[in-house]
Structure formats: structure tokens, C-alpha cells
């Protein structure tokens, strides 16, 4: 569902930074879309196993509870697990990635020498570490954030959300004890992977939709973009 817009502090925002907006929501209604699309086929196929499972004559009880039991986790597999993780998966690489587009953006823009990046850092994380000490926005507990969210991103993209197989695991499990939203878990029955809770991407979008365009406004207001 479309959330309310503050048109005052909107009609303030200069075309980027309202493209920036609209590029992040387009994430959110991704995820509303998907996720309450998957809900409705659960029930739907729920009711379906049901009629199955009662049209079936088993002569002992425990077979048929067996077969009930059955037809049902496979269905709350399927959609609790396997597609509604994919979705946000997908959700959580778009965001990273359009994160970047405005960042990147930003830094053809910028009027003021950007320092190298080191090894093995993002270049999310380092241009808005760079933006923020620029503009002096404080953005230290933001750019924390999403430097975890990167490392999600790249065991999702690199090693499939599996910590077996993602050469930085070790890491990225102390860097997720102490975050909330993202958890460790066997969902996949596959090993430890991971796990985003339901309505956590969405929290994490309506924070970046508040400080992202007021980072090029900052920027802007400071003359740190060139015109």
C-alpha cells in the first residue's frame, strides 16, 4: 500500500533526489507486491492440499495424518521459505545496487577530490564515507548499516546465502549477532544461511528514502556538486 508523502518537504527536493525516492519506493512496492502475491497463492494451494488430502482413503489413521502433514509442509516450504526468501534476496540486491547508481552518481558530480578506495571495500561504503565527511551529515550509524547489508549482499550473490560456501562467513556471522532483521539459520535445510525476516527490507528502504536524498541535498546546500 502507497505511503503518505510529507508534500511539503517532497516539492523541496530537487529532480535527483526525488528520483532517488521514487527509485527506493519502487523497491518497497517490489516487496509488498511479491510477498502478499505469495501469500495469496499459500492459502489458495492450502485449500487445494486439503480437498487432496480428504479425498484420499487411507485404511489407517496415521497414514492419512502422515499424508496430511506432508502435503502441508511442502506447501509452507514453498512459500514461506523458498520463494518468499528469494524475494527478498532479490529485494536486498536491488537496494545495494541502487544505492550504488545514486552514489556513483553523486561522485560525478562532486566538486572535491575523492580518496581512493582501500581493498575490499565497497564502493557504497566508501563514497559515503567520503560524502559524510564532506558534508558532515552524520551518517556513521547509516553507513554501519549498510556495510553489513553489502556483505549479505555479496554471500547472496557469491555463495548463494550460504555461509559454507562464502569465503568471509566468519565475519559476516559476528557482524549479524549484533544486527536485527538478518539472521543465521537452516530455513533452506541446506546449512547455516541466511535469513531476512519479514518487514525488515521495508524498514530498512524507509530509512534510506529519509537520508539518502538529503545526502545530495547536504551535498548541494555545501557546494560539494558541481553544477
Known sequence: MPKPIDLEAFLDKT?????????????????????????????????????????ENFDDPREAAQFHAQMIDSVLYRFEVSLTQRVRYAALVSLITTIEWVLLSLKGRSGFKIQKKSSGTSDAVHLLSQFNQAASVGLSSEIQVIETLVQVRNCIVHAAGLFGSYKHGLELRQRLTAYNGIRVSDINHLGDAIEIEQNHLQRVVENVKRWLPNLEDAMQTKGLLRK
Open 15 to 55: 529532480f535527483f533526489a526525488i528520483d532517488t525516492f521514487f527509485l527506493l519506493s519502487d523497491i518497497e512496492d517490489f516487496i509488498d507486491f511479491s510477498e502478499s502475491n505469495i501469500d495469496w497463492h499459500k492459502r489458495r494451494e492450502i485449500r487445494h492440499k486439503e480437498i487432496e488430502c480428504a479425498d
